[in-house]
């Protein structure tokens, strides 16, 4: 299964759950916010070489990235622009075929390019931040996903302090909602690249995390 990890605006910790997701289903995490990359990249092709013809989507793909395997995307504007968007449906299933599940890290907002993933995935994640009036980004992204047939299969409540309006949530986007609380070991993840969901698998966050995985698992029997 390909599942996207989406939100209507950034710094809401896409990447950051997309790893620890990826991590707690053994995925594939692939970058493919082809602008504003976030997740690490390092010496060898990328998902811009992929895209643009230059390189095999499995010989992109880093499989010495701590617990997780990862397809990194490059960072330059002329690799952004050199990038064909409608091969990146033929890449990832591509990497699903030799590896299983794919987590894509969407780019974020509402633009034709975050549509793409969207559009190529099975399913998807909606990350939402805390606030009441984050809601409305994620009722967008839900009718972005709907529109592109791309299921929801749960939304993440990312960096909560407090109790955040969990019901709300799941009553207007008509998913289950789970909330990952602000924690620093989260909020280096990405950085790290040590998902909690492994480093400590006991903490909330880590089970909030495994609970999403556990509806992405449901999702793929159905």
């Known amino acids: ?102 987590v894509v890290d969407c780019p974020a907002g509402m633009k034709a390019d975050a549509g793409v993933p969207l559009a190529v995935a099975d399913a998807c994640v909606i990350v939402a931040s805390p606030q009441s009036y984050a809601l409305a980004d994620a009722v967008r992204s839900r009718e972005l996903a709907r529109e592109l047939d791309a299921g929801l299969v749960g939304v993440v409540i990312n960096r909560a302090l407090d109790d955040p309006p969990t019901r709300t949530f799941e009553g207007v986007l008509g998913a289950p909602a789970v909330v990952v609380p602000a924690d620093p070991r989260v909020g280096q993840t990405v950085e790290s690249f040590r998902p909690v969901v492994r480093a400590a698998p006991s903490t909330r966050a880590a089970r909030a995390v495994s609970a999403v995985a556990d509806a992405v698992t449901r999702a793929k029997r159905v």
């Open 1 to 102: 299964m390909i599942v996207a990890v989406t939100g209507g605006k950034g710094g809401v910790g896409k990447s950051t759950v997309s790893v620890e997701l990826g991590a707690a289903l053994d995925a594939t995490v692939v970058d493919a916010d082809l602008g504003m990359a976030d997740l690490p990249t390092g010496p060898g092709p990328d998902l811009h070489d992929v895209l643009a013809g230059r390189a095999d989507p499995i010989e992109a793909v880093r499989e010495g990235c701590g617990p997780v395997r990862l397809l990194p995307c490059g960072r330059s504007l002329a690799g952004a622009r050199a990038a064909d968007v409608s091969t990146l449906d033929g890449a990832l299933r591509a990497v699903e075929a030799t590896y299983g599940d794919v």
